[in-house]
């Protein structure tokens, strides 16, 4: 079990926090702005913010064409697959149980590593899977009666998790012999074009000048959760076990969950309170350390 460095524990707070409370901001968002052109104008916000720290940085932006496969692969499991269906999702559910069904993710990752790509798991780090699986479901419980109105929202979200699991697991053995900031530049800017087509062949008819609080949803988006918080994602998506880098971050849906209530009124139940001692369970199985062994 990892023990995490000063940094990588400081910016996975920062990371939490921006992710947490952008599920209700965007479900503000999408209130006004079809799904797929806000994600898309939000992607567009972000990529500059990348590309400046990119060049900041004086990392290379070229990737040599042998290696575009490869980056493709990455692109479409963690950023155009999750993206996409992601934000379909948010306007069929409330913003907390949105965020949840997100986060499902860390199970997906957990069963896949473990069935396809051979990572040996802890049984604490079983058990900390188990612990958010309930709390998952503990989350949903009162969503069960009315999947039959949310059903498409809910497979869409779940689909979604799926493949950000799948790119979560990809990103740490698909070799691409760059800078993570270049390969997470390219990955945003191929979603951005990706969504772009969509946004125009199925939303133009629907654009229109946002209000204020569009506005704000999408600077917040762009600038905070995809500008900053996505490349901290790949930063620690890449330095920390697949395990660790996905269930320490369960915090997110609870954040989510929350501020949801607090910010657009959504009915907290026992259930909500319940999940949140097991998302920390959860999370405690990732973060507490190991005894060294004499």
């Not at 934000?87 to 896949?112: D, H, Q």
Request: aromatic residues 10%; positive net charge.
């Amino acid at each position: 079990m990892p023990v995490l460095s000063r940094r990588q524990l400081v910016l996975l707070v920062l990371l939490t926090l921006v992710w947490g409370l952008n599920w209700p901001i965007m479900k503000l968002g999408v209130e006004d702005v079809p799904p797929l052109t806000f994600r898309m104008v939000s992607l567009w916000m972000g990529l500059p913010i990348i590309g400046a720290v990119l060049w900041w940085q004086k990392a290379p932006l070229a990737i040599a064409r042998a290696h575009w496969p490869r980056v493709l692969l990455l692109a479409s499991t963690n950023m155009v697959a999750w993206h996409m269906l992601m934000i379909l999702a948010i306007p069929r559910l409330s913003s907390g149980r949105a965020a949840i069904l997100g986060y499902t993710m860390p199970i997906f990752s957990a069963v896949m590593g473990s069935l396809f790509f051979g990572d040996r798991l802890a049984g604490r780090a079983w058990g900390g899977v188990a612990a958010a699986a309930l709390g998952v479901v503990l989350l949903l419980w009162h969503e069960v009666g009315m999947l039959g109105a949310s059903a498409t929202g809910v497979g869409l979200m779940l689909t979604s998790a799926a493949f950000w699991a799948l790119g979560t697991q990809l990103l740490r053995r698909v070799h691409v012999p760059v800078p993570l900031l270049t390969l997470s530049f390219w990955m945003v800017a191929i979603t951005c074009a990706v969504l772009t087509v969509l946004a125009i062949v199925f939303e133009r008819g629907r654009w229109h000048v946002p209000g204020p609080v569009a506005v704000g949803s999408l600077l917040y988006n762009g600038v905070l959760a995809l500008g900053f918080a996505q490349t901290v994602w790949f930063f620690l998506a890449r330095t920390l076990p697949p395990v660790a880098s996905t269930l320490s971050v369960m915090l997110i849906p609870v954040i989510g969950v929350f501020s949801g209530a607090l910010g657009l009124g959504e009915v907290l139940r026992w259930q909500d309170w319940a999940a949140v001692a097991l998302m920390a369970v959860a999370i405690g199985s990732v973060l507490w350390p190991t005894p060294a062994k004499n």
